[in-house]
């Protein structure tokens, strides 16, 4: 498999969400060892305490910090951003990672947004505006993490926050679709405003992580089979890979000199699945670049952040 040489990192401050456990405690270790300095935002403090325990004891010297942040609370969001911007260091990278993937019933977030959406999507893009004005000083790299499951997504434009009909799988779809088009389009804005910053997406394929049982098991009895039947693939070595080979197309996608802006990274192998790094063509369901664009503006309208008023 295709290693990723990190550059040298030293100077340089990276924001990596969801870094408590899986795919961003796995970038978050990897961006410390190559130098870079960290803040990763947790929901969970104990986790965010545990996480920062094991990258100290890989990267003695790493600078790393925890905040708090609950994607799913837009107060939350605006507490961590309005700390950041006090702080006045400028972000280098920004890797949009955290999500939730499938309850089995309708769940929403602080403000009323099915939680899937409100998680993966708005929060992610209430924090990348209310951060612009330190992505525009350090003209950062911003990785925006989505899923191949956009390739079957769809934006249901009469129901969002799928409130007459809500499908785990097909919610789920819709968030990672939706994270995918943000980052096109966020690269497009940033081209035509000068805003000095490169946006991508990038997906992890199938990766073994705790995903498969946090997401699934909310608003079930019972535990959902998910982990059960993702841990068997991955002792057969088929279709599953860890989380050394997933975080890989996220790290080419947001540290190496040869990933360009606009672009979606991910694995090479059958059904992108598992595999090395590289650039995957666009899906079909994220070409449109008016659907980008209306997304856009319904995201500014349910988070309240602009972005050219930041």
Partial sequence: MKEVTLPDLHGRLAVVTGASDGVGLGLAERLARAGAELVLPVRDA???????????????????????????????????????????????????????????????????????????????????????????AGRARVTTVTSSAARGGRIDWDD????????????????????????????????????????????????????????????????????????????????????EAGVLPVLYAATSPHAGGGRLYGPDGIGQFTGGPTEL???RSARGEADAARLWRVSEDLTGVEFEGV
Wanted: aromatic share 6%; charged share 20%; proline share 6%.
């Fill in 160 to 243: 969002l926050q799928s409130e007459r009909r809500y499908a785990p799988v097909r919610a789920y779809n819709q968030s990672k679709l939706a994270n995918l088009l943000f980052a096109l389009e966020l690269d497009r804005r940033s081209a035509a405003g000068g805003w000095g910053i490169v946006s991508n997406a990038a997906h992890p394929g199938t990766t073994l992580t705790n995903l498969y049982a946090s997401g699934p098991n909310l608003g079930r009895s019972r535990p959902a089979p998910h982990e059960r039947i993702m841990r068997r693939l991955a002792r057969w070595g088929v279709l599953v890979h860890a989380v």
């Fill in 46 to 136: 104990a986790k965010g305490a545990a996480a920062l325990e094991r990258i100290r004891s890989l990267a003695p010297a790493a600078k790393v910090s925890t905040r708090v942040l609950d994607l799913a609370s837009p107060a939350s969001v605006e507490d961590l951003a309005d700390t950041l911007r006090a702080e006045g260091r400028p972000i280098d990278l920004l890797i949009n990672n955290a999500g939730v993937m499938a309850p089995a019933t309708r769940h929403t977030t602080a403000d009323g947004y099915e939680l899937q959406f409100g998680t993966n999507h708005l929060g992610h893009v209430a924090l990348t505006g209310r951060l612009l004005p330190l992505l525009r």
């Fill in 281 to 283: 063509a666009v899906y």
